[in-house]
Structures are given as C-alpha cells and as structure tokens.
C-alpha cells in the first residue's frame, strides 16, 4: 500500500510553489490513499483572534478554494482520501458553540463533512487519528516548540506522523525489540500570511 501524507495547507493561505509540486507528486505517482493530516482550511475570518482586515475574510470563500483543491485531487487521484481533523477544524466548532451561535451548533448543515462536501468528492472523515496500520498512527498532532517529533513520539509511544508544527523532523526511540519513529511534517501553507498567534 502507498500512500501520501500531507497536512496543514491553511486554505486560502496556500503556498503556491508547494502545492504545485504536491500536485506535480500526485501527476506522477499513484497513490491507494491520500491522507490529509488537519489544518486543511485555516478557517481565519471565523477566528476568535483579532481578524486583519488585509486577509481573507469571508468563510465562504475559504470553504470555495477548499473544494476547488479537493475538484484537483480527484482530477489525479481515484483512491481513498483520509480527513484528520485539526486544531484549525475546531475553530468552526468553537465558533458555533459561542453566544448566541450556540443555537446553531448542532446543525448537520453547518458540519465541516457538510461543508465541504465528502460525499461529493468521497472523503472519508477519520476524526483525530487514523491508523495506516497496528504500528504506524497519523494524526494532526499538538506538540509545537524545538522539537515536535519528540513530543509526540513520547505522547503515543509508537511510531507515527503529525503536522502542526510546520517543521520537518524525525524522532527516533530505541525500545527492547525494536525502533519507533515519529516524523512530523512542514506545511503547505504560505509562512507570511501566517503571522498570527494561533
């Protein structure tokens, strides 16, 4: 089984160049499942952080070049597309769960699967973690700092992989028996559009 691993695009916020050579990967390789590892919108206009008003700021658009992204993928790609839910995802969450929003919160319209439309490009929705297999655990991850591939490889004990962090970093623990690894992978985001705290 082959797979590929991508994680934290920030939609709209895209770097161009790298999701260009993603694509240019996907032209070239076949693939069983793709596995989008969280933070795949950035859901910035429905932040509860101070929103610039020289950013996007209309959710529908960001939901807009999301499908147009996954339209993309399914133009070169037949198999299945995993969906993790990042810190990112929870945005929306938080964002209906806050004052008079609350009476919205439960709408299975305003769902993210709904939003973008799974059913339509056939992705399936893993929630926060998703096993490739009984060893090996994908997941968006939450350790950010020095060294995130550490911090995650301690929180699950097994190997694994995480975005989050944006960085590229492998860490490595010897165990009786055998090595587990945890690699956490950069981001498709472009890095001067997210300047903020988040």
Not at 3 to 8: E, F, H, K, N
Not at 35 to 56: E, H, M, T
Not at 59 to 72: G, I, P, V
Request: include cysteine; hydrophobic fraction near 35%.
């Amino acid at each position: 089984m082959r797979a590929l691993v991508t994680s934290d695009w920030h939609v709209p916020f895209i770097d161009t160049k790298a999701v260009s050579k993603f694509f240019d990967i996907l032209k070239k390789n076949k693939y069983d499942k793709i596995i989008i590892a969280g933070d795949w919108l950035d859901c910035y206009s429905i932040s509860r952080f101070d929103n610039s008003p020289s950013r996007a700021d209309d959710f529908q658009y960001e939901l807009t070049c999301a499908k147009e992204l996954f339209e993309k993928i399914r133009k070169y790609h037949s198999g299945e597309i995993i969906f993790l839910e990042g810190n990112h995802c929870f945005r929306l969450k938080n964002f209906l769960s806050r004052g008079k929003n609350k009476a919205l919160h439960n709408l299975a319209c305003l769902a993210l699967d709904q939003l973008l439309d799974f059913k339509k490009y056939e992705i399936t929705d893993a929630g926060l973690y998703y096993h490739l297999n009984d060893e090996f655990l994908i997941t968006h991850g939450t350790r950010a700092g020095q060294q995130p591939a550490k911090g995650e490889l301690d929180v699950h004990g097994m190997s694994g992989m995480s975005g989050h962090s944006h960085k590229s970093q492998v860490a490595r623990k010897n165990l009786y028996q055998k090595t587990i690894e945890w690699f956490s992978i950069g981001c498709l985001a472009n890095f001067e559009e997210l300047t903020y705290a988040s």
